[in-house]
């Protein structure tokens, strides 16, 4: 190269999932034929009528031009019909909604909005890596905040209080949690809530599990008393909705903290194609059926990744929501050790609990996005 990378790459490493993506793509090639368990993008189709809300508006000639830069309005009306059917929560379509080209995107424009250089976040360990790569982005410091199976991988207030909390702008919380499937309940929510406003703190709760096997009324925490001063919450269709590929979320909040974040978005991109728009409305709309047959499916992969984990001789919780079982590994092995052994051995990736923080260092994540005939197989394979 004629110039060096900029210096915030210098804390940053290429997305993990990234590089172990393109070492399975080698050993693909080698006739390896990996089972891949590491990735939560479901293999399932979308509803049909999602895809016939594409088609249909991809054959209107005049709807390929862009887009405005807050979604369709219609997109909006649509988002707030969804939260108040299933979190019971009122939201202002004109003014407390921002569609994203999925949520990963929103967790950059929030940080770019709100953060300057020297600022601090807190963010949890173990948890999504995107948020203090984010920080790091910006000139940010990551101070993490631990999650602990012993206290339901619910935030400790006690210890909370007990970090330098003098330079934090922004709390990320992910309930229901990634990678442990824990659930928050309405109690720590508000704990949450009166936390980030003693500390005038921003909190933004990420939260695109909540449809997956999930046996409680899914909840949001702007269903919170109070949590328009302080709160945002991210959420997206490529769980619930298996649209992973489509890039659709969204925020939701005050709206002045929305029009910050715009500032950001209008100046990275030009809107969303408008087929993808009608997509995700005719998506929203959809019948409790949906997500019942969905949650079946689920639970019966579940059932043969609980036998996977009973084979490997890991420990997990069976109440775990999210299209992830998290599992302790034995004693007598690593997590290094055990992932590489599936790996190389068994032709079986599943990825590493250390890569969402320290408090994985003795975990592994295995993923419920693939189909049963390649779940059995692997139950053959680590038999063997």
């Not at 209107?60 to 019909?81: C, N, V």
């Not at 250089?117 to 360990?125: I, K, Q, R, T």
């Not at 936390?195 to 909840?219: G, R």
């Not at 194609?273 to 579940?302: C, H």
Request: net charge positive.
């Amino acid at each position: 190269m004629i110039i060096k990378p900029a210096k915030r790459l210098e804390n940053v490493g290429e997305y993990y999932f990234s590089t172990k993506l393109k070492e399975i793509s080698e050993l693909n090639e080698q006739g390896k034929v990996i089972i891949n368990l590491g990735i939560g993008s479901p293999d399932l189709a979308p509803p049909q009528v999602v895809v016939n809300a594409l088609k249909t508006a991809s054959n209107d000639l005049t709807k390929h031009a862009y887009q405005s830069y807050t979604g369709l309005l219609e997109l909006r009306e649509a988002i707030a019909a969804f939260y108040a059917e299933h979190y019971t929560v009122s939201l202002d379509a004109a003014n407390e909604i921002l569609p994203l080209m999925g949520s990963k995107e929103g967790i950059m424009h929030i940080s770019m909005a709100f953060l300057n250089a020297g600022d601090a976040v807190l963010v949890p360990n173990p948890g999504y890596i995107t948020y203090a790569a984010t920080a790091r982005l910006l000139d940010a410091t990551p101070i993490y905040y631990n999650l602990e199976a012993a206290n339901n991988w619910l935030p400790d207030f006690v210890a909370l209080e007990k970090l330098d909390l003098t330079k934090v702008k922004i709390m990320w919380v992910n309930y229901p949690h990634m990678p442990t499937g824990a659930k928050a309940t309405k109690a720590i929510f508000e704990k949450l809530i009166h936390f980030a406003k003693k500390h005038k703190i921003l909190l933004v709760n990420d939260n695109p599990y909540s449809f997956i096997l999930n046996t409680q009324k899914p909840q949001s925490i702007l269903g919170i008393k109070g949590s328009n001063e302080v709160a945002l919450e991210l959420n997206s269709l490529s769980k619930t909705f298996n649209m992973s590929g489509w890039r659709l979320g969204m925020l939701l909040g005050k709206s002045s903290y929305i029009t910050s974040v715009l500032q950001v978005k209008s100046n990275m991109d030009s809107g969303m194609f408008y087929g993808i728009q009608q997509g995700a409305i005719a998506a929203l709309s959809s019948p409790q059926s949906w997500y019942d047959n969905q949650n079946e499916i689920y639970k019966k992969r579940r059932e043969i990744v609980w036998k996977i984990l009973d084979k490997l001789n890991c420990n997990y919780v069976k109440d775990q929501v999210g299209l992830f079982i998290w599992a302790k590994i034995p004693k007598e092995t690593t997590v290094n050790k055990l992932c590489d052994y599936l790996l190389y051995k068994k032709a079986v990736f599943v990825t590493p609990g250390h890569i969402f923080g320290t408090n994985g260092n003795t975990y592994i994540r295995v993923s419920l996005c693939v189909s049963i005939e390649k779940l059995n197989e692997v139950l053959k394979r680590i038999s063997l």
